[in-house]
Nanobody, 125 residues
């Protein structure tokens, strides 16, 4: 079955940068919609960014627009999230998500069938 493995999380000071990676197995990153979500204790998992199937068109949550960049390397079957100008409010577990086929409207948890195990990002002020 599809397997997604995230890496790249860690501790960083506010204003710094991190790059998260998500390696996909038994899944074609180039022809399907993929996204990044995040979750903090007691809160719903929220959509951060997504990238459309077959194109590099992207969509971001307002809270990260202009600071985060989603991209993929299809030769490596890997999805990335470049996080710049990180803020303490970005502290969360970050999850890679994938679906079969194209994206639907918005960045909604229910639209994605496959999930990674998550990687922790902690931002100190």
């Amino acid at each position: 079955q599809v397997q997604l493995v995230e890496s790249g999380g860690g501790s960083v000071q506010a204003g710094g940068s991190l790059r998260l990676s998500c390696v996909a197995s038994r899944y074609n990153t180039s022809s399907n919609c993929m996204g990044w979500f995040r979750q903090t204790p007691g809160k719903e998992r929220e959509g951060v960014a997504k990238i459309l199937a077959g194109r590099d068109k992207t969509l971001y949550a307002d809270s990260v627009k202009g600071r985060f960049t989603i991209s993929r390397d299809n030769a490596r079957n890997t999805l990335y999230l470049q996080m710049d100008k990180i803020e303490p409010a970005d502290t969360a577990i970050y999850y890679c998500a994938a679906r079969v086929g194209g994206c639907v409207l918005g960045i909604n948890r229910g639209d994605f069938a496959y999930w990674g195990q998550g990687t922790q990002v902690t931002v100190s002020s």
